[in-house]
């Protein structure tokens, strides 16, 4: 996976910007609200379609009716053009080599892994970021795992909105009974990919945190499932939880169990880094999981995702940084780093820099 050139016209702060990145590794420098962040952010929306900060039309630059971000890359040797256009008065418009496509047709074509100070918070905030996580990584790999997602979290919401009904004694129980089949059907397929993954995750995890803990910290990462003791007979167990639970669920309008509800534990040592976990144990765990991720990414789709850097060095001491870069350059992976302090690269030639200032670009 390479980017050749990128198009970004109106996306938040920048009026327009054309640029072609480096093949290894592109940074970005400037103070502040700049716009360093944008164009990272511009990249990683073409990738998941989700933004990390704010509505989708708050990507519009104030004052005008559209964005427009356009990516030329390569993927297994073969060049692609994407173009996703963003406006306040029509639906959004995504264009892969000039031709239409719909938003879930997306997922998996460009791929990329996002990292910021803000991934510190995933170990000790709820659940759903960690979810998230997991979940983004799979679905790039697997766009089949995707659809899956979809149609689960769809089905929660329809049964959702049965139990109110049924609790306002506007449905029968009974109902039920065909919801919660096609929900155990779907969890039990979403269920086992996480499974799967977290397992090949765990072995990548703890290998980069062993080497970049000096052998000292070993991570091991787990699977929580929400009411199931047994990752056998899943569908089968998962439709018993709802039926017991089911009076549970009415009286709350709400589905207490499933895929929905599960979890990621990490644990440093045999201690879970959640409770025990130190502001330096949280930062390498951080950087593991990414590097992990990327390692991840390459064994499912046979080539490295681009990697995203934003104001990460700032977080690392110079030892991390160092091996951090050293890692990119071996594997050839490509890097946009956005940063405040050039004094976080080595001196001699690296990369491209490119100087953003008030939305502006310059090299």
């Not at 390479?2 to 420098?29: G, H, Q, Y």
């Not at 991390?320 to 890692?327: A, G, M, T």
């Not at 490509?334 to 310059?362: C, E, H, N």
Request: proline share 2%.
């Amino acid at each position: 996976m390479n980017i050749a050139e990128i198009f970004l016209k109106d996306w938040r702060n920048i009026a327009e910007v054309n640029f072609c990145p480096d093949a290894s590794i592109t940074i970005f420098l400037g103070q502040n609200a700049q716009g360093k962040t944008n164009i990272l952010e511009a990249i990683n929306f073409a990738s998941i379609l989700r933004s990390r900060a704010g509505r989708e039309s708050e990507m519009i630059r104030w004052g005008e009716n559209s964005a427009l971000a356009r990516i030329k890359f390569f993927k297994m040797g073969v060049m692609h053009e994407l173009a996703i256009e963003i406006s306040h008065e029509r639906q959004r418009r995504i264009l892969l080599d000039a031709n239409p496509i719909r938003p879930r047709e997306l997922v998996g074509k460009l791929n990329s892994v996002f990292f910021s100070p803000e991934d510190l918070f995933m170990f000790k905030g709820s659940p759903l970021g960690r979810r998230k996580f997991l979940d983004a990584q799979i679905s790039q790999a697997s766009p089949v795992y995707f659809m899956d997602l979809l149609r689960y979290n769809r089905l929660v919401e329809l049964r959702n909105a049965l139990l109110k009904k049924i609790r306002d004694g506007a449905a029968s129980e009974t109902e039920l009974d065909l919801w919660d089949e096609q929900l155990a059907n779907v969890a039990e397929r979403i269920i086992s990919k996480r499974l799967n993954s977290v397992e090949k995750l765990n072995e990548l995890a703890n290998s980069v945190q062993r080497k970049i803990s000096a052998e000292s910290e070993n991570l091991s990462i787990v699977y929580h499932m929400s009411g199931l003791d047994s990752s056998e007979n899943i569908a089968e167990n998962f439709l018993d939880l709802l039926r017991e639970r089911r009076n549970h669920d009415v009286r709350n309008g709400s589905t207490s169990r499933g895929a929905h509800r599960d979890d990621l534990k990490f644990f440093i040592n045999g201690r879970e880094l959640k409770i025990y976990g130190s502001q330096g144990q949280l930062r390498t765990t951080a950087l593991a999981l990414k590097l992990s991720e990327l390692e991840f990414l390459k064994s499912e789709t046979g080539e490295y995702p681009l990697l995203l850097l934003d104001d990460v060095m700032s977080e690392l001491d110079a030892e991390r940084r160092k091996l951090l870069l050293d890692f990119l350059r071996r594997e050839k992976i490509q890097t946009l780093i956005t940063a405040t302090d050039r004094a976080y690269f080595p001196l001699q030639r690296f990369g491209k820099f490119f100087f953003v200032k008030g939305g502006g670009l310059s090299a």
